[in-house]
Structures are given as structure tokens and as C-alpha cells.
């Protein structure tokens, strides 16, 4: 199972995007092994995007994708908001922000290490409870 962030949805999503073209390639070559999973403010910020970038339709599209299971939707619980305010607060000065910190958050909670993201930075930065490090594809 690999966590997909917003920029990896939304490059997916706009054939004009820089990386539009590699996120394909990566989805298509791992998607028949591999599950994607979420959280709803990773939902909300990815429809969000797509409608001020490119139309409620395309929004739609992966709203209606979401519901047929494309990704799994990890909902979060209290424990995981919590946990999220203590991460956001711990990396403070790298600005991770709600969506991020969540995702973080589920992504201790399901104990998964890799995350689909063109977002780089604020991924490489954060270190797992576990240890190590997360591991950013494509």
C-alpha cells in the first residue's frame, strides 16, 4: 500500500502538469500491485485544486473515483488528529500544514513508509516514530 498526496493526484489528473507525464508512468506501473490510500483532506485539497486549475468536472471524475474504490480512504479518528497537532507542531518551522500532517498521521497509523508525492521537501524533512526515513516516488 503507498500514500498518494495531492501533487501526485493532481499531476495525474492535468495533462498540461510538469510532471503529468512521470506520474503517469509511475501509476500505470505499479497500480496492478500496489494500492493507493488517502485521508479526506487529501480528498478535499486534491478537489479542491482541480476545480480552481482545471474544471468541477475533472474534481468529479476523482470524487467519483474515491467512491469506486480507485484509492482507499483512510478515515481519520481523533487519535490520528492528535497525533497530526503533535506532528505539525514538532515541525513547526517547516510549515507542514493540516492535509500534510495528517497524512503523516495515517501513515504511522497504518504503518506504511511510502508516499507518491511531488512534494519533496516537506516529505524528506519528517522522520517516522518508527525510524528511518519515508520513501518519496516516483
Known amino acids: 500500500m ?10 495525474l489528473a492535468d495533462r498540461r502538469d510538469r510532471m503529468h507525464r512521470r506520474a503517469a508512468h509511475y501509476y500505470h506501473r505499479v497500480s496492478d500491485e500496489e494500492s493507493f490510500v488517502l485521508t479526506l483532506p ?7 485544486l482541480m476545480e480552481a486549475r482545471l474544471s468541477s468536472e475533472v474534481a468529479r471524475t476523482f470524487w467519483q473515483d474515491v467512491l469506486q474504490g480507485v484509492f482507499t480512504v483512510h478515515w481519520l479518528d481523533t487519535k490520528d488528529l492528535r497525533r497530526a497537532l503533535d506532528i505539525d507542531r514538532h515541525y513547526a518551522d517547516a510549515g ?8 503523516l498521521a495515517a501513515m504511522e497509523r497504518l504503518d506504511l513508509n511510502t508516499i507518491f508525492t511531488f512534494d519533496r521537501r516537506d516529505f524528506s524533512i519528517y522522520r517516522p516514530t518508527a525510524g528511518g526515513t519515508l520513501v518519496v516516488v516516483p
Do not use: K, L, N, R
Request: aromatic content about 20%; charged content about 10%.
Open 42 to 48: 487529501i480528498v478535499t485539497e486534491s478537489c479542491w
Open 2 to 11: 503507498i500514500f498518494i498526496d495531492t501533487s501526485a493526484i493532481y499531476a
Open 96 to 103: 507542514f500544514g493540516f492535509a500534510d500532517a495528517c497524512s
